[in-house]
């Protein structure tokens, strides 16, 4: 899981699999937000979960949040190689959407 | 919609020298960020401007960083006498600055400063 002190985590898996990456958070946020960075890019949103939301979609990303033991989930479901890149989750404890992120976790998706 | 924009994609600076990277948000954004990116520290927050007010600039060096927007559709992040230390890629993010909403967040592709 991504966070604190913890080192920039991988993942290998093959093409086809699913895959649950886990971010734990320190603070208090109003919104957990799940970004996706592929070489070269900046970091692109996938899924933003308010606090008051346990579970969130978008087509084979699913995005969950416990705000009890301030942990977030974000799971893709039938993996593709274009999913390769570095997951990162976010937390805002402004209100302004200054984010604080996570180490990230590489995926690779293997063929 | 083209997006963030940030120029130049590259920059190689000898130590010492000034370095200016500049982002160009979305057009209606009014919320624009500064964030460093480095494989030891990760992304960090360093300057935020709302309507081109600088608001928050926690993250920033006190010393040799400055960021300014003069105009809605820029914003530039200046480094003086960079230090290898300031290697890094250097992103921009804008948004239309809803609280606590962020569902438009969106960032440049960044500028990867090398400092030899």
């Known amino acids: 899981s991504q966070w604190g002190e913890e080192n920039l985590q991988a993942l290998s898996i093959q093409e086809g699999e699913d895959v649950t990456m886990n971010c734990s958070y320190k603070t208090y946020t109003t919104v957990v937000q799940w970004y996706r960075q592929k070489s070269g890019k900046g970091p692109a949103q996938l899924i933003l979960?308010?606090?008051?939301?346990r579970e969130k979609r978008s087509g084979r990303l699913r995005a969950t949040l416990d705000t009890s033991s301030q942990s977030s989930s974000l799971s893709i479901t039938g993996t593709l190689a274009t999913d390769t890149a570095v997951y990162f989750c976010?937390?805002?404890?402004?209100?302004?959407?200054?984010?604080?992120f996570g180490k990230g976790t590489v995926l690779l998706v293997s063929p | 919609n083209a997006g963030v924009i940030q120029t130049p994609r590259h920059k190689v600076t000898g130590k010492g020298q000034e370095a200016t990277l500049w982002c160009e948000p979305i057009?209606?954004?009014?919320?624009v960020f500064w964030y460093r990116q480095t494989i030891v520290q990760g992304l960090e927050f360093l300057t935020y401007f709302r309507n081109q007010a600088p608001i928050d600039d926690s993250g920033m060096p006190k010393e040799r960083f400055s960021a300014q927007m003069p105009n809605q559709s820029h914003s530039t992040l200046k480094i003086q006498s960079t230090q290898p230390q300031d290697s890094a890629v250097y992103l921009c993010?804008?948004?239309?600055?809803?609280?606590?909403?962020?569902?438009?967040?969106?960032f440049g592709s960044g500028t990867r400063l090398l400092v030899i």
């Open positions: 979960i308010r606090s008051n939301e």
């Open positions: 976010a937390t805002d404890d402004s209100g302004y959407n200054k984010l604080t």
């Open positions: 993010a804008s948004s239309l600055d809803l609280k606590g909403r962020g569902s438009d967040y969106t």
């Open positions: 057009s209606g954004h009014s919320a």
